[in-house]
């Protein structure tokens, strides 16, 4: 499974960007998807995930009403609508991949396949 994520930029407080990630190599039917995102510094995080099948999103409560998850099934594509940015979400992104969906969705160890990072930038 190969991943690749893009979309990434220097955007001002309040505005808005969508992150892509482009998956291949795999049949994705039951895989959980998710944007992990990690600063300088920090402990990579969860952002959201999904179920490539459907009927599972979440999201970290950091994000939530601001951040939404997508996918195209038809595109092997997953995306993240990212409106309403601050400076605090200012960080490299990573989609990641797992073969199934568990309760522990946000736990980055889980993820076995993972995509070059995408910076994103939000000035104040």
């Known amino acids: 499974v190969q991943l690749q994520a893009s979309g990434g930029g220097l955007v001002q407080a309040g505005g808005s960007l969508r992150l892509s990630c482009a998956a291949s190599?795999?049949?994705?039917?039951?895989?959980?998807l998710a944007w992990f995102r990690q600063a300088p510094g920090k402990e990579r995080e969860v952002v959201a995930a999904?179920?490539?099948?459907?009927?599972?999103?979440a999201y970290a409560d950091s994000v939530k009403g601001r951040f939404t998850i997508s996918r195209d099934k038809a595109k092997n594509t997953m995306y993240l609508q990212m409106n309403n940015l601050n400076p605090e979400d200012t960080s490299v992104y990573y989609c990641?991949?797992?073969?199934?969906?568990?309760?522990?969705?946000?736990?980055?160890?889980?993820?076995?396949?993972w995509g070059q990072g995408t910076q994103v930038t939000v000035s104040s």
């Open positions: 990641a991949a797992r073969s199934s969906w568990t309760v522990s969705w946000g736990s980055a160890s889980e993820y076995v396949y």
């Open positions: 190599g795999g049949t994705f039917s039951n895989y959980a």
């Open positions: 999904l179920r490539w099948n459907g009927a599972r999103y």
